[in-house]
């Protein structure tokens, strides 16, 4: 067997690596840190990016930021959570972050968010998921009930196939 030189020796063992790394998907994971609604760090260093929904954002002071978060940190509680992926979605963003549903049980937390009005669907470049029928109705009755964000922040539109605006 011909010696490998270093580089593909490197490229081998970081691939390697990323195969063993990650969780399979029924595996239970716990969070580390809540960044936003819609992104958290498991204690393995991985960052998941909640699929398929879209939050209001901290660093720009969005309405309803705050509370998006917080309802997350709510919902995951000290509880492990499952993670599952989409084969309608990339694995991973721009950013490297897993793009995932995030369960804790049976529970959909991805869903769970758009229906207290925490979050809305999100289709990126207009990728429909296997929960995106269940995501859109979920939100489409928190803002006829005027619920979480739809109350507070008055004008935005909901528009899967855009990120979620709430400066208005």
């Known amino acids: 067997m011909p010696k490998l030189n270093f580089k593909v020796r490197i490229i081998c063992v970081t691939f390697l690596f990323g195969i ?34 879209d939050t209001p954002e901290l660093s720009s002071g969005e309405c309803y930021g705050q509370e998006a978060k917080q309802a997350l940190i709510k919902l995951v509680g000290k509880s492990k959570i499952t993670l ?19 369960f804790v049980g049976k529970k959909n937390l991805n869903l769970e968010l758009v229906k207290i009005g925490a979050a809305a669907p999100y289709f ?45």
Do not use: H
């Open 20 to 53: 063993f790394s990650t969780s399979p998907a029924n595996a239970a994971n716990t969070v580390m840190s809540i960044y936003d609604g819609d992104t958290l760090t498991l204690d393995t260093g991985a960052k998941v990016r909640l699929l398929q929904i």
């Open 84 to 102: 599952e992926g989409d084969s309608a979605s990339a694995d991973q963003d721009r950013y490297g972050r897993l793009l995932r549903y995030v």
């Open 124 to 168: 990126y470049k207009g990728e429909r998921g296997k929960y995106s029928g269940k995501l859109l109705k979920a939100a489409e009755r928190a803002k006829s009930k005027k619920l979480g964000l739809w109350s507070k922040c008055l004008g935005t539109q909901l528009i899967p196939t855009k990120a979620l605006d709430t400066k208005n």
